[in-house]
């Protein structure tokens, strides 16, 4: 089961989400973030994420590096993001070698 909630609080607005986080979950978590602004004052509260898409690390890979903070990101979340990222600079790296 998936559930995302918005909570605001002090001009902060942060997405909680909680359980299997799958790839059809992902044009309502942009859609989210496109209300907000896309501004640095968005959080997503991984901290109740337990089964994840690898498409949705892609994605969560893509917005934090656009100044979306992962808050509460659990371990096994956050080392396949860095893993992601790895593979990604790999790729670029080979491509432009060419």
């Excluded at 956050?78 to 593979?87: G, H, K, L, M």
């Amino acid at each position: 089961m998936w559930r995302m909630k918005k909570v605001v609080d002090r001009g902060w607005v942060t997405l909680h989400m909680s359980g299997h986080l799958e790839a059809e979950h992902l044009a309502e978590i942009q859609n989210a973030l496109a209300d907000e602004g896309m501004n640095e004052n968005v959080v997503l509260d991984l901290s109740e994420v337990t089964v994840i898409a690898e498409e949705a690390v892609r994605f969560l890979a893509h917005f934090e590096v656009n100044r979306i903070d992962l808050h509460k990101c659990p371990a096994y979340i956050r080392d396949w993001i860095a893993e992601e990222r790895r593979a990604t600079r790999r790729y670029e790296q080979s491509d432009s070698g060419d």
